[in-house]
């Protein structure tokens, strides 16, 4: 499946534009505009538009009720179709091997200048004078990238809507920040004191990732799949919790990492280190959470599932 393609169309197509503007005319949320105001971060999923699309809404709409000035946007970078992952992660592979994988896909990247190209239109693009130890994308290893494709284009609805100039966004995709071959977190700690230098007065810090793949798309050769029932919404959420409350509160990385990776299939895995960096532990809140129906989107049989969730983190 080709998701930046698959997602661009979903916003494309005729009629596109009302019920994004529906979503940010509705979604009014002194929750996440209160984590604005206080300097934390905000969460949102990049799923299909129908599950998605409320959710972001909520968050564009509180970006320009509360007069934000710049974003810095932190999204997935989506491994399973980068071979330098898969290398850096393979145990069997030589040492040497790992190691110029991980080089390609490790920390922050950012796309080359340019604004960021939506269906409506470009999208303005702000850059910090100091990048830090966040990486320009010269290989086009962000080609097929898409985690904030929705979202710039729901942010280029959302000034239409308020009649406001558009708020400059800078995307920066979050790879390893595991090292797998020495294990540890310094990377993460080392772009949450970037971010620290860069998220001033009028800049608010987002992330996206969507925190449960799950059924026969996601499975693993051999993993059981359960029954598809009513339970398994609160299930994950109890999971997800669990893995929050490690990684964020407990300050235990391995466990979150661990629990991410293997038991939720989370894609946020890579980005809750810089989160716990960024926060200092201070929490997170479950806003919205739901598991959303993959079987038709991916033409499998059921269960196929990905959750769709608004949290705030700090």
């Known amino acids: ?26 979604g009014s ?19 299909a538009l129908p599950y998605a699309g409320p959710l972001q809404g909520r968050l564009v709409s509180a970006l320009y009720r509360r007069g934000i000035e710049r974003i810095v946007a932190l999204g997935v970078l989506h491994g399973s179709g980068i071979e330098a992952f898969k290398i850096a992660r393979d145990e069997r592979r030589p040492i040497g091997e790992r190691e110029v994988g991980f080089a390609q896909v490790k920390g922050g990247i950012v796309p080359p200048e340019g604004p960021f190209d939506t269906p409506f239109g470009g999208y303005p693009v702000w850059r910090p004078a100091d990048y ?12 097929a990238e ?19 100039e558009e708020i400059p966004i800078f995307p920066v995709y979050v790879g390893m920040t595991r090292d797998p071959i020495e294990g540890g977190f310094d990377l993460a700690f080392d772009l949450a004191e970037w971010l620290r230098r860069v998220v001033r007065d009028g800049t608010a810090l987002v992330t996206t990732g969507d925190l449960v793949h799950y059924g026969t798309a996601y499975a693993a050769p051999g993993e059981a799949i359960g029954d598809d029932d009513p339970s398994l919404a609160g299930r994950f959420r109890a999971e997800v919790e669990r893995m929050l409350d490690a990684g ?12 991410g990776s293997e038991e939720l299939k989370s ?17 997170y809140e479950i806003l919205e959470f739901e598991l959303s129906d993959y079987v038709r989107i ?6 196929c599932y990905v959750a769709s969730a608004l949290l705030t983190y700090g």
């Open 29 to 47: 949320d002194p929750r996440v505009e209160g984590m604005i105001d206080r300097g934390g971060v905000v969460s949102f999923p990049h799923t």
């Open 146 to 164: 898409f985690s904030l494709d929705t979202f710039a284009s729901i942010l280029k609805v959302g000034a239409e809507v308020f009649g406001k």
């Open 248 to 259: 964020l509160i407990e300050g235990d990385l391995d466990e979150a990492y661990r629990s």
């Open 132 to 143: 830090g130890p966040v990486r320009i994308d010269r290989s086009g290893i962000l080609t």
């Open 1 to 26: 499946m080709d998701w930046k393609v698959y997602y661009r169309a979903e916003i494309a197509r005729s009629g596109g534009r009302d019920p994004i503007a529906g979503f940010i005319r509705s």
């Open 298 to 303: 991916l033409s499998v049989d059921p269960p």
């Open 267 to 283: 894609d946020q895995r890579e980005i809750l280190p810089v989160i716990r960096a960024f926060t200092g532990g201070k929490g």
